[in-house]
Structures are given as C-alpha cells and as structure tokens.
C-alpha cells in the first residue's frame, strides 16, 4: 500500500504534464496563459464568468496525450469535430497537428472560441479551423447530416459533469460517430453523475481507458460505437 508521500506514475504524469505546459499569466491589457503543444506556443484568453470561457485540466491532459502519441494517432489531413471545446486548446493543437478540425461549442461562447483559435492557427495550419454552435442533442442532422459530416475523431474534454444535458450529449455523441469514428475523451470525475453517464456509454461505445491521473481525478478513454447485431451479421458475411 502506498503512504501518503509516495507518488504513483499517474501522479508524476499529471505532475508533468500541468509544468511542462502551463505559463503563469503575463500582466498586460490582455491577459493570457501560454502552453506549448506541437513545439509552438500558444496563448489562450480565458474569463471567468463562465465555464466554457476557462480552461480545464482535463483539456491539457488530452492535448498532452496528442502531442506525445503522434505516432499512433495521426491527425494529419483527418477529421476531427470537438464538442464543448471551451477555449479551444484542444481545437487548437489538433489543427496544428495537421487536422481539419470543426470545433464547435454553445453560442455564447463561441466569441472567445473564435478568438483564440484564429490567433493561434492563423498561418500555421494546414486547415484552417472551422469555430461554429453545437448545442448537445440540437438539429443534429440539420446542422450535421450524417451523410457528409464523417469525423475520424471526436475529442471531448470535460464535458460530462453535473448539467442537465447529460442525455443530449449521449445523443450527439451516438450522432457523430460513424463505425470507423475514435472517440477521445478526457473526463474529471467530480459526483456521481459522472459515473452514471460512464456506464450508460458503456452500453453503446466500447471504451478503452488510456491515462488514470489520480491526483487530477482525470481518466483519458478511448471510444468506438459497438456495431449493432446486423450490423456484425453482414460485416461477418462478406
Ligand atoms: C467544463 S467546460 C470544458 C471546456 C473545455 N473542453 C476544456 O476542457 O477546457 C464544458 C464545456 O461544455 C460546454 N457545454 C455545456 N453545455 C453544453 C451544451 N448543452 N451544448 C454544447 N456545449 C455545452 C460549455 O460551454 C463548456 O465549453
């Protein structure tokens, strides 16, 4: 057993990862944190009056996953939609990695959003990312016909918590993925609801955990729909 002084791998990931990326602010008439994801700086703008205008831990832990596994996931010229990307570092980095990225987030957020990920990528991307609304469980096929929006990732960070769009999100996500679609989700456990919503998304996506960091309460998953029983028959037949 482990006395309070020992430290677990998880915890010196976690160490590593909030110190090799976190700049404390600079005092001037913008305020912004730096991080260096992909080899380049990036500033982000931050407000706290609201939750999606913050960034969260859970959002550097899935960039730092990204930069340091280029290898196995390759997002060069791939598809990638975040939902709920907040500030837009998740947003940010994969579109400096070389994906197309649609990264979308409730309205009122949306101006940061904008903000952040046009300073950022401007003239250092392949693809130039796309900032637009995705409201969990909201005109999903209007806005998102499942015939031509195909993404080989969705990448969620943080958003499953304590809200009442809990079944809305389940939707969008079963919405999103197409067969082939990799889910990437770095989620805090906070209450129960949080254990809930994994276990009902246990019965639809296959989830794999990649990253437990203890000390920030965060697990990084792995996910990818369960193919439904016709769906395998036919698979088996050809
Ligand atoms: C805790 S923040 C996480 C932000 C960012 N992914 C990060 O990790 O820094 C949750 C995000 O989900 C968004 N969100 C909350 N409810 C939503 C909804 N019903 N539809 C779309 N986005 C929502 C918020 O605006 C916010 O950006």
């Known amino acids: 057993m482990l006395n309070a ?8 990931l976690a160490a590593a990862i909030m110190e090799r990326h976190f700049l404390p602010s600079l005092i001037r008439t913008e305020t912004w944190e ?5 080899d380049l700086e990036i500033k982000i703008k931050e407000s706290t009056d609201c939750y999606g205008a913050v960034l969260w831990p859970s959002a550097m832990v899935l960039c730092h996953f990204l930069d340091t ?3 196995k996931y390759k997002l060069v010229d791939k598809n990638v939609i975040e939902v709920g990307a907040g500030t837009g570092l998740v947003t940010i980095v994969c579109s400096l990695l070389g994906a197309k990225v649609t990264s979308t987030d409730l309205p009122d957020v949306l101006g940061n959003l904008r903000h952040n990920v046009s300073r950022n990528t401007r003239g250092r991307c392949r693809h130039e990312p ?6 969990w469980g909201y005109q999903l096929e209007g806005r998102f016909p499942r015939a031509s929006c195909r993404y080989d990732y969705i990448m969620a960070a943080d958003v499953v918590y304590a809200h009442p769009y809990l079944n809305e999100l389940m939707e969008t996500f079963e919405h999103l993925c197409s067969e082939d679609t990799v889910i990437l989700w770095a989620m805090r456990f ?3 609801p949080e254990n809930s919503f994994v276990d009902r998304f246990q019965t639809r996506f296959h989830l794999e955990e990649l990253y437990d ?6 697990k990084l998953y792995r996910a990818q729909k369960k193919r439904s029983d016709s769906q395998s028959q036919s698979g088996a037949a050809t």
Request: without cysteine; negative net charge.
């Open 5 to 12: 002084a020992e430290t677990t791998p998880g915890d010196e």
């Open 34 to 38: 730096g991080y260096t994801f992909a």
């Open 69 to 71: 596994h280029q290898d």
């Open 130 to 135: 796309l900032v637009t609304e995705l409201s």
């Open 190 to 192: 906070r209450l129960d």
């Open 213 to 218: 960091l203890p000390s920030l309460r965060i």
